[in-house]
């Protein structure tokens, strides 16, 4: 009778791997579902639209409310909402002391600080379900990116702030603000962006995971690969 053989570094190898791409898909997907901005037309020094997408990330509440926070320190001069079916929205407007000039000159003794909306009873953005809103404004201010900082709650009282910044150089935090990166005005830029906003997930990430699974497919490849040769040579050895 043959000694039980102990487990074949291969086939540990090949354990390893499939259950670190299942750990990293699923990393990817849960990394994904933040709150995100985009637009297709702001641009510094200029007005557009900027739509939040808003993902539920709860199996068993809906989303009822989301408070968006403006730049009080470069603030919009004028801030217009979108109306959304089963949606109040809510504008708060902050004294700013000492009054800002904008980058066009004008002063602002006061400006739009939060934006809610809150969803009718009974509505919400339900759990597998996501819901865009959208605001109308500018100027911007002239900068690459501005920031805004966001809470959302849940029907159970549970809340998510997505509020942490982003650092160049850096890894995106576990809860990141919704980051508008402003265009420089090219068609090519904007169609770029609105590109990426067509899926629920950012085309970034989208990119990240394809480029993982071609990795882990590539690894797999190989091990079966060495699996191969290592069985054509125990049956020359056999022989």
Not at 46 to 53: A, E, H, L, P, Q
Not at 109 to 133: H, K, N, T
């Amino acid at each position: 009778m043959n000694p039980a053989r102990p487990a074949r570094p291969a086939s540990r190898l090949a354990v390893v791997l499939l259950t670190l791409t299942g750990l990293l898909v699923a990393g990817t997907g849960v990394a994904s579902a933040h709150v995100r901005a985009s637009s297709s037309d702001a641009s510094p020094g200029g007005y557009g639209k900027v739509t939040f997408r808003v993902p539920n990330e709860s199996d068993t509440a809906s989303t009822v409310a989301l408070r968006i926070q403006l730049p009080t320190d470069t603030p919009l001069a004028s801030v217009q909402v979108q109306p959304v079916a089963g949606w109040t929205a809510e504008l708060t407007t902050t004294p700013l002391d000492p009054p800002v000039t904008t980058d066009h000159g004008d002063t602002l003794d006061e400006a739009v600080s939060v934006v809610e909306f809150r969803a009718d009873a009974g509505g919400g953005i339900a759990p597998g379900q996501f819901q865009e809103f959208a605001l109308s404004g500018g100027p911007f201010p002239e900068a690459d990116a501005l920031s805004f900082p966001t809470v959302q709650t849940y029907s159970d009282g549970a809340e998510s702030a997505w509020i942490e910044p982003t650092v160049d150089g850096q890894p995106e935090p576990e809860s990141p603000a919704p980051v508008l990166m402003l265009t420089s005005g090219a068609a090519e830029p904007a169609a770029v962006d609105e590109a990426s906003s067509a899926t629920d997930d950012g085309g970034s990430d989208g990119t990240a995971t394809v480029a993982l699974v071609l990795a882990v497919l590539g690894l797999l490849a190989g091990l079966s690969g060495l699996l191969l040769g290592l069985a054509a040579r125990r049956r020359t050895v056999s022989s």
